[in-house]
């Protein structure tokens, strides 16, 4: 006769100790053994959004005091949880979705706890970075995480033309409504650049879309569904035997329109050239100078 499986003991945790716990992107079943023993065990659990995470938390019955942490009381609640560390408690660091610090709430915190000489805890797990990279089909062996670009139409052509001269594959965060105006950014400083988006990773409604930027910019046109939802867009790395069509090289026009203008015409007349912003060209040029 076969008996019940038992359940696992929740194991001790270390006291005075910062856990880094990745929770699911999507579907509720990635979440790790470890994570669920940590957060059932710890005094305090902290939460970028305490109504989204406490569904999580109800789902696994997990019943631990939340406590709210974003980006707006982040460095607020630093002293109060420095307090509850100097005190034994154990305390776990979650974010809406993945893993926390990536685009997310923490790193102030990390940082603090770090120089005072608190452990800091990785509890490893789900992150829309890597499944993406994961499925891709883009070289994985080197590759940057470049987070959300600017909001504002310059800076994110500045940011994108950067990004496009990098070797390896990159890896973006976009929001849905921008997506488009971002694709066609891309396909502007070279069409047959090889891109990928992975859309609701995990979630029913999970679609990778592979092509070229200018491919993927006409699937995601005609199809409104590719602007909903989370998405991680991929980037194809430059080929190292050439330049993509169209990409200035930013710095050597900012130098060259230099010796003919006083600095602040020269960074104006690059942003009329390129469709950047003056200001952020100008102090681009000042750095220049300086490095000279």
């Given at each position: 006769?076969?008996?019940?499986p038992t359940?696992?003991?929740?194991p ?143 800076p ?46 995990t979630?029913q ?62 960074a ?11 200001n ?13």
């Amino acid at each position: 006769m076969s008996q019940a499986p038992t359940q696992r003991p929740v194991p001790a945790l270390y006291t005075s100790v910062l856990y880094v716990v990745a929770t699911p992107i999507g579907h509720l079943g990635d979440i790790t053994q470890r994570a669920l023993e940590v957060l059932h065990g710890v005094t305090r659990i902290l939460a970028e959004d305490t109504r989204h995470s406490l569904k999580l938390l109800q789902h696994y019955g997990i019943d631990r005091p939340l406590v709210s942490l974003h980006e707006h009381n982040e460095r607020q609640r630093i002293e109060q949880i420095v307090n509850w560390l100097a005190a034994g408690d154990s305390l776990a660091l979650i974010s809406d979705a993945g893993t926390p610090l990536i685009s997310d709430p923490g790193y102030p915190l990390v940082t603090a706890l770090a120089e005072r000489g608190y452990r800091v805890v990785p509890v490893p797990g789900a992150s829309a970075v890597t499944a993406a990279m994961s499925v891709a089909g883009l070289p994985s062996d080197r590759f940057q995480f470049c987070g959300f670009p600017p909001a504002k139409a310059g800076p994110r052509q500045t940011f994108l033309g950067e990004v496009m001269r990098f070797g390896g594959t990159s890896v973006l965060y976009e929001s849905p409504r921008r997506l488009q105006e971002t694709l066609a950014m891309l396909r502007d400083l070279d069409a047959q650049r090889p891109l990928v988006i992975a859309r609701e990773l995990t979630k029913q409604f999970e679609t990778i879309l592979r092509g070229t930027a200018g491919s993927v910019l006409e699937l995601v046109a005609a199809d409104p569904d590719q602007r909903r939802g989370e998405l991680v867009l991929l980037i194809g790395g430059q080929p190292a035997d050439q330049a993509p069509p169209g990409q200035v090289d930013v710095d050597a026009l900012l130098q060259t329109l230099a010796v003919h203008l006083p600095p602040k015409q020269a960074a104006g007349e690059a942003a009329r050239l390129l469709g950047s912003s003056k200001n952020e060209l100008y102090r681009r040029l000042l750095n220049l100078r300086d490095r000279q």
